[in-house]
């Protein structure tokens, strides 16, 4: 089975208020939460990297 990954943006507060969370594994979760950023918080292109990468070091293992 694979590892399962998250990311809860209620602990990184932002001003929309986001209370979202991804699991997944952890290229699902790094991929999803680039496209919820850019749909859903009007993030450009040219922040892709800088959010995965960001993305990818936050991620926390899922425990359920």
Known sequence: MAERYKVDRRKYP???GCTVTIS????E???LGWLHAKVHHSHKDDEEKGLKD???ANAEKATD
């Not at 997944?24 to 290229?27: I, K, N, Q, T, V």
């Open 14 to 16: 932002s001003e929309q």
């Open 24 to 27: 997944g594994s952890l290229d």
């Open 29 to 31: 979760v790094v991929e």
């Open 54 to 56: 960001w993305i990818r």
